[in-house]
Each structure stands twice: as C-alpha cells, then as structure tokens.
C-alpha cells in the first residue's frame, strides 16, 4: 500500500480523506490541520494520525500528499511537499492568481520534481468520460460546438465570496478546464455576460451570480458556458456536443431510475443535490489516479499548465465583464 | 368527394362525424339517430341533414355508412347497410356474441357484397404503427413474447358495466386485435386471473376490472395483457415487443414535451387523459382508410374474421375466468 | 366562412395553402404568383382558382390575404392589400431592413388599417405554448435565463445565402422574436460569436453558419441563442426556461413514441426533419388565429412592432459581430 | 472489525469476497474452497488465507461465514456454520428443495442459533427500494398489480441447466421474493404459461427459457412476472406496481447518462450488462447489511421464512407448467 497524507480536515479534506480509507491502495496515514479537533476527528474517522506538517514531510515512508488546505495555501503547500519529494494531489485550484501560478512556473516545471496532480473532478467522471472517448473515437466528426450548464444548487455563504476569487475562478474554472480538454485546441477568445440575479448582497460584494461566457477557439469552433449560483432543483450538470456528424449528451443523473405516474405527468428521481454526490464517483477515481501516479502507471491528467490555463481564461471572462468587450488570448 | 351518411350521434358518432366533416375526401350527408335532437345537434355541427335510416339507404348517392349506433345495432345494421351496397366502417365491436356473428357469417363473407370496416382503433395509430412495421421488418428477429398494457383512467358509469358485455369483450377486445395482429400467427390457450379491486360495485354486477390475460401462440409465444379500469393519472396505452434479436416499446404519447425541474425531480407533461385524446391520429386514419375501401384503393384492413377471432379470445378469456383453468381454442 | 386569397405558390405558399384547404372557417378563393404554373398546380390541389393580384384587391369578398411571396415583396404586398382593406396574413420576415420598416411605420401603425399578422410560428407551437403558459403562470418564479437552440437540419443551398439577408435575420430572427415574448422586458444589449464550420463557401458568400448570441434584458437576465446550419440528424429545437424557483425545458419532439433495445443501448424515434414537420400544428393554429383575427375575435399575436423588434435584434447582433463588441440597444 | 470467512470461490464468491475486502467493517479472513488454486487465488487477491472448513469452524474469533459454495451444499453448510456459533450469510437458495427445507425448518428456527440471512439481491437495490420505500408511505394508495421484468441478456451453459433447479427455482425465484415482499400478503394462487423459445437444447433438457407467471395474492391483487433467457440488449430489470392512486416504475439503469442524437434517432446508453454490474450496490449493500446482523444492530431482512416461500411459488408454478392449470397455495 501506498503512504499518503493529507493536509486540510475541512469538507473538502473530509470528503477525500473518506476516500482514501477505503482505496485498497492508499494508506492515509496522517491529517495535518492546524484546527486539531477537526484533524483529531477526521483521522479517527479514517483509521489515520495527526501530525504536524513537517513531521509529514520529514516521514520517508509518506510518498504523496493531498492538499485539501485552504485555497490560498495551495500553491504553498505544493511547493513545499513536491520539494520533500512528495507526490502532490492537489484540490483545485492550484491558485487563484495567474501571476502567483507565471513566478511559481519554472520551479513546478521542473522534471526532477516528483508529479503534481491538480484534481478537476469533470476530468473523472464516468458519464462526461463516456462523451470525451466518444468524441475521441470520432463518433460525431469534428467538434463545433460545446454547451456547459454547471448550475449550484444554492449559493454559498455570503462570507465565502469575497475569498473565493469570484465566481469565474471558483466555479466556472471547471467549466474552462472541460472546455479546454474537450475542445482539445487552443482557446483564443473570451466573453462574457454576467447579472447578479440570485441574492444583491452577492453584488455588493463585488461579485456575479449568474454567467453566460462564450469562447471561441482557433478553428472558429465554439463554447457556451451557463452557470448560476442557484436552481432550487439540486446541481444542474448537463453537456453537450455538436460536431460535424451528430451530437452527443450528458444528461443530469438521477438518484434512481424510479418513475412516478401522477395525474400531473409522469416524475423522475430528483437529481443529486450537490457536488459531492454528483461527483461522488470521480472523486474515487481521482484518488485512484493518483495512486497510479505515485506508483508511475500514470502521468498525471491534469497539473500545473491546465491549471495556469483555467486561470488565464478565469480572468480573461472577468476582464470582459469589467470592459464590457470581448478578450483575446495571447 | 365520396357521400357517406353516419348512424349514431352519441359520444363515437359526434368523433367519427366530426373527423368526417374534416377529411377533404368525404362528404358526409346525413346523420341518423332515433334522438332527433342529438341527430339535429351534430348534423348542424358538422353540415350534415338529418335523415331516417331507410332514407340513406334509398339515396343512391350514399357510398358508405359509419354505425357508430349502440352496440346491439351494430350486426343488424352493418347487415343492412351492406344488403342496399353501401359500403359500412362499423364501430367496434361488430357484435358481443360470438354465436351471432357466426349465424351472419355466410352472408358477411359473401365476396359479392360491399366492403366491411370494423373499426379497431390501434391499427391505425402510427406509434403502435411504428412498432409493427419495425417487427415486420424483422429488426428484432422472431417474436416471442408481447406485454401490453391497456388500462383506463377511470371506472365506466356503473350503468354501462351490465350492457357492456363485460371487461373482456368490452375493453380487452382491443388487446386481443392486437395480439393477433402483432403475434401474426394463431393463438391456441388462453389463461386469465381477474380481481374487482377498483369498485366492489362492479363484482355485484357480475364484472371485474383488473385483469392479467396470458395467450400462447401455435409456436409458444406469449402474451401478456394488462387491463384496469381506473389509473388516476390518465390512460395507460403501453405495448412491449421482445423478439430473438432485440426488444421494441411503445410508450405513452405525452400531451406536450415540456418538463418541469422541480426540488422533488423532474416530471413530465401528463399522458392524454383518455381514448379520444390518445388516438386521435388513428381515428382520422381510419376514417381516411374507408375512403380508400370505397374508392376500391385498399381493402379493409380490418372486418368480420378479425371480429370474430378477437370475441372468441374474450369468450376464452371469460371462461377461462369462470373455470379457473385456462381453456384452449380450436 | 371567410374567404381568403393567397399570395406565393412556392414552399411556404404551398403550407399555407394546404392549411387554408382544410381550415373549416376559411374558403380560400385564390391563389396568385407570377409563375402561372405553379400557382395552377396549387389551385388545383387547394381547390382554390388562380387570379391575378390585382383582381384578388378588388374582389370584395375577400377578406384577408396570406402573403408567401417572395421575402422582398412582402412588405409592398402587405401595404397593398392593408389599403385594399384586406386583412394580411404575412409570413415572416415582413422586411429584412429595419429601415425599411421604419419608414413604413407611421402608414403600418394608423389604427384606420385592417390588422396585419406577422406569423412567427414558435408563438403557435403547442409546446413552446406549454413552456410559456407555465412560466406566465409564475411555476419557476422569476425568469433569470433562456437558452435556446434552433439548429436546421441542412445548410441551405447555396443559391439561397446571399438573398437570405444573412443567418440572424433569415434564421435567428426567429429566436429574436421567443426571446423578446419569453423575456418579457425590453433587451438592452446582444453580442455573437459567429463561425463558417459547416460550408466554406458560405463565408465566402459573406455569412455564417454557426453562432451564439447572447442578449441581455433590462433586468440583467440572460439569453444564449445557438444556431447551426446543420445537424446530420434533424431539427434540433430545444428551449430551457431558468428562474428563480425551478426550470422548464421543451424537448424535441419525436416522430413517434417508439423505443428500440439493442445491445448498443436504447434509441428513440428521430426527430422531424425539418420545419414543416415540426412546426405542422403551429402553422395550422396561426392559420386559425387570422380567422379569429379577421373576425374580430382576437387581436394579431404578432404584427409590425415585433417584426421591428426581431429585426432591430438581429441587425444588432450582425453589427456585433462585425465589430468584435457588444452592441447596445436604443 | 468483524472476522468472517468465506466458503466458495467462484463466480460469487469472487463477488462477494472482493466487496468484503472493501467493507470497512468486515475483516475477510479465510476462504475456503475444495478447490485449492481457486481459493489461493481469490485469497491472494482479496489479502484472506487460505483454510480447510474444519478449521474455520473452529476459529473462535470467525463471527459470521458468507457461504457461496455450490448450490447443493448450501443447506449442510449453512446448518454446519450454524451450529459451530456462526452468523450466515448464504447466497440463494438455501436449498432447491422445499422437502429438504421443511426438514430443517425446526432446527433452522430455532431461536438459539445465530442469525441466518439468505441474500436476495433485489432486496438491497437501491432502485427497488425507492420504490418500496413510496409504496409503504402510501404514494399510490392500494397495491393492485405489480409486473417484473426479469429476462437475462443470455442463455446460461447447457451443462448449468440440469443442476440449475430449472428456470423457475433458480432465476424467477429472485422474482418471488420480490412479489413477496412487496405485496405484503399471502399468495394464494399461481399460474404459468412458459414455452422454449431460446434454445431448443434446454427444452431436451427438460427445462423452459420464457415464462410468464401470474400470482393472485389473498385481496385479489395480481402480480405478472416476465422472464427470458435471453434479451441480447442486456440485463432487462423493471418493474411496475399500479395502486389505487397512481403508479411506480422502476426503469433499467444506464450505464452513462450519455445521449447520442443521431440520423436514426436518439440512442441512450446500454444497460448493465449482467447481474453483476446490475446489483453491484446490492451486492455491496446485502454484506453490509451483513455486518450490521452480526454486530446486533439489525434482523437479517431475509432468511428461512423467506426462502421456503420463495421456493414454494418455484414449485407451483413448476407444477403449474406440468399440470397446465392454476396451483392453489395452501
């Protein structure tokens, strides 16, 4: 088995380090939080210790660390466990700023470093795994079209907003990495129109809670991205595919396949509520890549130039918001 | 255009002559009922006159005649019609006793005569359409096993039940024309297990209103059908194919192709409430089909054997019920 | 019954003829277009005669017109005929210039005139009618965001692109206008993206074939409109409604309700092909609709202002896409 | 962690050792299988040893045995692990023969003994317990029909057939229990048409590929269940229940929600293709629900009372066949 820690005991950290206890593979052998009860409660909960992390770092036996610490220790944390020759999973985003992402390159490219796996959980999921292979394969000829609905079941807290760097870098960067890898070419042009529909006190703090950004890439095919901060109906996750040939879809997934016959029509199980559920799967399976990873099966899917590229088009929608233009890429 | 004139103009004769007064084709000029003010109502409706029945038949401009009269007319008249060379499209059921059609059968099979319609509704609804042309085709290899699902939205008036022949040749009489349609080959043992659980009212009056049905055909295929009098959420119109290589479904036809996304699931338009919503496609296309019988295009797709094999299997189904066996037909 | 006269013996002409041919309230008398054959032919399935324009105007009997003519005599036939007092049943578009509407607005807008349907048959379609009946009805609260999708099946032929007036006034002007009556508020702003990907020869004719276009209403919700000039697999119709309670979705509509089960998974029937087949019953109801108008029962659904509408929102978003920016409305 | 072992190494017992060996609260400590490559082999992959029975008997810190031996060993090994102090998981049957269950119903009974739990998949399917859980909160009022669909994408090997107990012991046996549980009342007729449509090799075999089987439980509610050898499409799993008040569905569940839209149609993604893939969650739920029977904390759900039912509607509906009339439970 192989000796993993890991760094955060917040909902993030919980929910990967539930994971890790029942990969076969992984031995989560250490929660590192400065918050002591939570790490004391998380590794009880998952067969684990608690150490510092620089005991973590100075344990030969720890071969990967995954960072689930706060958003603005990432890039930090990264550093320092791919420097003590530690594995790095990474709970996205590696940063929130591009420059922090441009100073940090040279040394995260580095090919003696050992592999930093940045975790985007679209990437994992089986459902839009099976549109990415289908596409792959040909199935619908050249793609033209890509449509992204990501819609939260219910806004955040109003104090998570104003550290969360803004709703396209914290939500629509999924949405700009499944872009990016689906369309599989360069991205030149963003724009976007965005409202404050759901709650105003989102606006006062300088943020947007609903978006329709549109990309355009070098061979003119072309992407719209919908995201809002609230259904009421649970997280709205759907995709679609429009090349040459045909198109192919992500439907939402449903809890069960029970119907209900009512004189109002016929209903179907509800969606899953939030993420956790929805992605329940790729998060399992992004744990397990990293597995791969560490033993050297596999290199890791996405890591720090997805995640430079995500950024880049996260600003590059704000930027269009605030200039009310259309931005190109260099 | 072709003169026809109707008997009937109760719930089917006001369909069937509004359908008429519709078909480009069809010149529908008299209605015949001996409730002069309903014959009146629905000829006005339709730009019909009001005629006695021995008038129609002595108008020799009249080409066919549509009897949607009450059931026990049904014979008498067709007979009538066809002995003054009018062609007839008769409402099902041509007659609820099998002894009755059998006295006729002579006369009603003599080529000599005009042609015979009876009406089977299913036949011409282009969803079940699609289905048996696809099975004809032979895109799931060879038939083994038909479920069909017939169920109403709500319970007959009670005063109906006694005049209605009962469930089987009132209701399941279109099932079983569906059967041996589909199943294209003679069916030789039927076996029934029939319950009263919609209204204890109706077991008083010697009927019942849930029902499974299960037919062997001569090469062991099976059937299955379905009938309840009562859904609460609309008419139940479903058909399942299974064959060696593949199955077909036909399922219901909602009113509109809007769905809700609600915090309890997604749901769907409702079915259509009940048989003149569903087949209203195949009402018209059966009106339309006799215009072809009396322009000598196509022959009936539909008469006298089929009405007689289809009330055996009800007669079969009945008895089936009183014996508590299954009871096989020569 | 009201008798009618039609302009145009082409396509659309022949649709509406054939509506008109079975609509019990309406006699339609003539048919006129300059290519004597074809208006011949037309007349004769209609059971309609050929007249010329002029003697349609001064038949005193006609009381409404349908303008199919060809797009660049459909403003100066409707003028005609309003003056002749005729009423006017005008296909869309009503000109594909904004100018040329609004120097035509004061004589279009005086009360003295008889009314004037511009028919935009998604107002018409029973379930777009379903969506917005609902969303009228306040099911999902406020609306937020629209998404719409209006892919045609085939490219155009070639021949028909530089007469078109271009993909947003020929195609997404169709959009423009559910978008407006959805939306219900006044659009402030549109941007496009456009792109050539289906044929390189219709950029070289100076037009597009794929776009997003996103408006944004006064309020700040939101609208993405998708084209496309092809799908290889039909009609792709689609419409989603987002509010602040729920969602609503109109689907495709299905030829029939057939579901085959094949090893490579379940499939459903296709979808219509194309406009007519997707569109029958709305063309037929908004055929039904100028009866009601020319009767004085209802008021005409659509008429100059929307047509203004549309196609001030259409020169906006062929203005946005030539200048790489957002275009403001007046 | 609770200490178990496992007798049997094949196919189920692969199944079930490996989900043991995932389950947090199960400690797989031994398989045993007279087949000693087998049992080395599954021992390696799940981190078990290797043990003779004897021995597992006598390993006082063993709790609980999942036994998944042959079929015809099931009951003797059950009794054996019993009587060493043992809980019991058996896969089903317990036993093909109702005599042989009837002559162990005493000591089986016997409130001494540790619990017995004889897993029915369906019965911890996540699906099938949606539905179960409505119908008990009443959302379709009375119970009045229930259809299953239970047909298997492909025939089992000849050389299965003879010791499989036929079809009706050994596959629609899943079906019983499942009528049993849902319904909730006593069963008190059974009848069977089946036929030998998939292969004639199984017909000389003395066993039959297609059923339909109708039960009436005590209130007159019917219940149909459907089966076949062979679909070609999949594992076909459905289920309907009809109340007074509506309906509940239970639809096959796709691999993906991935949705092609093709020339021909839509094409959803294919079913799980068997048994395993189907009731994986099942599978994983019924150890589990395992663990809690052992700790105490739950009654198994499913176990002798269960079995000798089960097995008893096999045998009616056996010698429904034989006989070729309805059988009367007593």
Not at 263 to 284: Q, T
Request: contains cysteine.
């Amino acid at each position: 088995m192989i000796r993993i820690a890991q760094l955060g005991a917040g909902r993030m950290g919980a929910l990967h380090a539930h994971n890790a206890a029942l990969d076969p593979r992984l031995d989560l052998a250490w929660i590192v939080d400065p918050r002591g009860e939570a790490a004391s409660a998380l590794a009880e909960q998952t067969g684990a210790g608690v150490a510092a992390f620089d005991a973590v770092l100075a344990d030969p036996e720890v071969r990967g660390v995954v960072i689930a610490s706060s958003t603005d220790s990432h890039l930090a944390d990264t550093l320092a466990c791919l420097r003590a020759g530690k594995a790095v999973f990474c709970e996205k985003p590696l940063s929130l700023s591009a420059a922090e992402l441009e100073a940090a390159q040279a040394e995260l490219e580095d090919p003696a470093l050992p592999p930093l796996l940045v975790a985007f959980n679209r990437r994992f999921d089986p459902h839009i795994g099976a549109l990415a292979k289908r596409l792959a394969e040909g199935a619908i000829g050249r793609l033209e079209s890509l449509h992204i609905v990501n819609h939260d079941p219910a806004a955040p807290s109003l104090d998570f907003i104003p550290r969360s760097g803004g709703l396209f870098r914290d939500f629509t960067i999924h949405d700009f990495d499944l872009a990016a890898w689906l369309m599989g070419e360069p991205i030149v042009e963003v724009f976007a129109f965005a409202s404050c529909l759901v709650d105003a006190r989102i606006a006062e703090l300088g943020d947007v809670d609903t978006a329709k950004t549109v990309l355009r890439a070098r061979s003119g095919a072309l992407c719209v991205i919908s995201n809002s901060r609230r259904t009421g109906y649970g997280y709205d996750q759907r995709l679609e595919a429009y090349g040459s040939q045909g198109a192919l879809q992500v439907d939402n997934v449903r809890d069960t396949s029970l119907v209900s016959l009512r004189a109002d029509g016929p209903s179907g199980a509800p969606f899953p509520y939030s993420f956790p559920e929805r992605y329940a799967a790729a998060y399992r399976a992004e744990l397990d890549h990293f597995a791969d990873v560490i033993e050297g099966r596999d290199r890791p899917r996405t890591g720090f130039s997805e995640s430079l590229s995500a950024i880049r088009l996260a600003d590059a929608a704000g930027l269009s918001i605030s200039r009310g233009t259309p931005v190109r890429l260099a």
